[in-house]
């Protein structure tokens, strides 16, 4: 059975979610970030991690597209076009929204506080809007990033725009607000997110 490490009120949640929308049997340990058990996996001590088959897979976005291909949904075949597509969402939504939050949160609470720079927020906010228009014009009406099919970079979004509002970003109007609204609906996602009481 699959072993799912890291705490679900972290990026751990992507893979919890992915687990739920792809069915799948797995056990949760939800080990804290640089906890003894996280660096026993993970040098960095960084969650989340999959443990198949005694290997570790380290990484959420890793993770959750090995978990696609081996089961085959929630993705595109590997050297189709629209995987190419797919996974220009995935790389966009990691440099683009993911690393604007998580500088924002390495720079209120990661870093040792002399080596914080708690001015470089706001140009974070102005980047994070900038993003976000950029990612509504791209989906428009569509019910998910790629379309009719709900793929990997949509969990990954979702995720990144609940843990963004948390963080004080604004989301700004636009197909991108009823998308959250609908993605966040979904009951893969609430069982995934019932999961955070283990924090
Ligand atoms: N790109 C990695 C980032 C993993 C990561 O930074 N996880 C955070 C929690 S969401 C963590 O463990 N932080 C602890 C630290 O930075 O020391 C992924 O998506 O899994």
Redesign the pocket.
């Known amino acids: 059975m699959y072993k799912v490490l890291?705490m679900a009120a972290?990026?751990?949640l992507?893979v919890l979610w992915m687990m739920e929308e792809l069915g799948l049997e797995y056990e949760h340990l939800p080990y804290p970030?640089?906890s003894k058990e996280?660096l026993e996996v993970n040098p960095?001590?960084?969650?989340?991690a999959l443990i198949v088959d005694d290997q570790v897979i380290?990484?959420?976005?890793?993770?959750m597209q090995f978990l696609a291909d081996k089961h085959g949904d929630m993705t595109y075949p590997a050297g189709t076009i629209e995987r190419a597509q797919q996974d220009s969402f995935t790389q966009f939504i990691?440099d683009e929204i993911?690393a604007i939050i998580?500088c924002a949160a390495?720079n209120t609470f990661?870093l040792p506080e002399d080596k914080r720079v708690p001015e470089i927020k706001a140009t974070l906010k102005w980047e994070f809007v900038r993003s976000m228009k950029l990612l509504g014009e791209r989906i428009g009406d569509n019910e998910f990033l790629m379309g009719d099919k709900m793929t990997v970079p949509d969990i990954l979004l979702t995720h990144c725009g609940g843990w963004a509002r948390m963080a004080g970003f604004e989301i700004p109007d636009g197909p991108l607000k009823a998308y959250f609204k609908r993605m966040i609906a979904r009951p893969a996602y609430l069982r995934a997110y019932a999961l955070r009481k283990d924090k």
Do not use: E, F, L, Q
Request: hydrophobic residues 35%; proline residues 8%; without cysteine.
């Open positions: 890291g972290t990026r751990t992507r970030p640089r996280m960095s001590g960084k969650v989340p380290i990484d959420s976005v890793a993770i990691n993911d998580w390495r990661i």
